[in-house]
């Protein structure tokens, strides 16, 4: 997505965690749980808390690679899935920054794990990506961004 801000600003706001709860759906009651302030760097470890279909859920990522303000990497270190490796990419434009995100993820449980990404897992992180984009939009240009 395409964010009119510079490429420093648009940096500054993903590398905050704080920022994450602004870019998440309410339904997932993210919130941050560690307990000391981070600083984003090459080995940082950030602990979340998260709520999935009304359950409780614990998650640390690392930040597995850090390149201010063109990328960085995070990756779960402990949490839900089997594996989890989110790259946050930013590159200049001439209207402003684009910010692209890949994840590259599989859950844990075999057979069962494929069948629940079928049945939510795929379509809920589509949701939340979604969601986060249209919030994203409007925190950086201050409206409300239509869905």
């Known amino acids: ?80 899935y089997a594996y989890w490796h989110h790259r946050h990419d930013f590159k200049p434009t001439e209207y402003g920054t684009l910010v692209c995100d890949r994840v590259d993820y599989a859950l844990p449980f075999g057979p069962l794990g494929r069948l629940a990404h079928r049945l939510a897992v795929r379509t809920q992180l589509q949701e939340i990506f979604d969601y986060r984009q249209n919030a994203l939009a409007g925190i950086l240009t201050g409206t409300t961004a239509a869905k």
Not at 9 to 35: D, G, K, M, V, Y
Not at 39 to 62: F, H, N, S, V
């Open 1 to 80: 997505m395409s964010v009119p801000v510079s490429l420093q600003e648009a940096f500054a706001f993903f590398e905050n965690p704080h920022n994450l709860a602004r870019i998440t759906p309410p339904w997932l009651n993210f919130r941050i749980a560690s307990p000391e302030r981070i600083q984003m760097r090459q080995g940082a470890r950030i602990d979340y808390q998260i709520r999935w279909l009304g359950l409780p859920l614990k998650w640390t990522t690392a930040i597995t690679e850090y390149e201010p303000p063109f990328f960085f990497v995070d990756e779960q270190a402990a949490g839900p």
